[in-house]
């Protein structure tokens, strides 16, 4: 029989053993929480890893290059199928375009954004002649049935800076052609110098001479055609690059709409402007030529290797 001294002596054990237990769940609660404070941010990213290009080069003739799509796809560049038919085109899905008025043109101001190649200067070279094949080259515009074209030494060619540039080259002997850049020329191509399509030597001098001596400068040519923008193949949200086509001035700056703003995209040598983070991919594009003029296009849905046409073309100067 329990004495009333040992039922309290009970109690107050079984109160101690209580306390006891609060006491450690709270102590673990407080370290818990503690615990949980100290550690580092951990978010997860379920955006898919942006795709990076690698450009590699193929020589196609002599001493004129072809870059490779540095995409994994198999799908050429600008062939046939890439352009869609006008049928393809709707009222809806016409590209929309803004032009920002050129600054006005003075000794300081005529091209803010040339790079070594700047209007109004006359360079000294040779002309070189390589059989152009299908009109396509490092820039990467496709084929073409236009073989005006040349190819520029690599020093000239900045990184792609010349890609579309028109050039009017003068001989010796008082013959003249105007030719397009699509094609990159490399060592031993010496700056200023042209390696020339075929078609565009012969214009100049037979071919059996093979290299002659030449003057060239930069050309803003009568056109009625218009800007075009091609996304390149293996474009997604998550990586792009862009192309403009078809434009009178070479391009100096390629930005994107982006939720903070415009965005300038680096331009690779194979005269792509790209995001690789995807920023900016599926957006309104805004192009700069070297004269300063801006177009704000819209409507350029993100689909990798058609060639979109819009409305706009820069000034002639």
């Known amino acids: 029989m329990t004495t009333p001294r040992q039922a309290a002596r009970q109690r107050r054990r079984r109160q101690r053993i209580m306390l006891g237990t609060a006491v450690g769940l709270a102590a673990a609660g407080v370290l ?5 404070g100290l550690l580092p941010d951990r978010k997860v990213d379920a955006t898919p890893a942006a795709a990076t290009p690698a450009a590699t080069g193929q020589v196609r003739t002599g001493t004129t290059t072809d870059k490779d799509n540095p995409t994994a796809s ?12 006008a049928g393809a ?12 008025p050129r600054p006005p043109r003075t000794a300081s101001t005529a091209s803010p954004s040339a790079g070594r190649i700047r209007p109004g200067t006359t360079y000294r070279g040779v002309a070189t002649a390589y059989e152009a094949g299908d009109g396509n080259g ?14 520029m030494n690599t020093t000239d060619y900045e990184t792609s800076r010349a890609c579309g540039a028109y050039v009017r080259v ?14 990159e020329c490399p060592a031993p191509c010496a700056p200023g110098q042209l390696d020339l399509s075929r078609q565009a030597f012969a214009k100049l001098a037979p071919l059996e001479v093979g290299r002659i001596p030449i003057t060239w400068s930069l050309l803003s040519p009568s056109t009625s055609g218009t800007i075009s923008i091609r996304y390149k193949t293996g474009s997604s949200p998550y990586w792009c690059g862009i192309q403009a086509i078809g434009h009178r001035n070479p391009v100096a700056r ?21 995001s690789a983070d995807g920023r900016g991919c599926g957006s309104t594009i805004r192009l ?14 993100l689909r990798p290797n058609v060639v979109q046409p819009t409305q706009v073309q820069f000034s002639r100067h």
């Open 89 to 100: 085109s709707t009222a809806a899905a016409r590209p929309s375009a803004e032009t920002t």
């Open 32 to 36: 818990a929480y503690l615990v949980m």
């Open 254 to 274: 390629l930005e994107v709409r982006t939720a903070n703003g415009w965005r300038q995209l680096p331009r690779t040598d194979y005269n792509y402007f790209v």
């Open 288 to 301: 700069t030529d070297i004269y300063g003029e801006q177009l704000t296009i819209s409507g350029i849905a």
């Open 170 to 183: 003068h001989a010796a002997n008082g013959a003249s052609v105007t030719v397009r850049i699509t094609n």
């Open 74 to 85: 198999a799908t050429p560049e600008g062939t046939g199928t890439s352009t869609p038919t």
């Open 138 to 151: 490092a820039c990467l515009f496709g084929p073409s049935s236009d073989l005006m074209i040349a190819a």
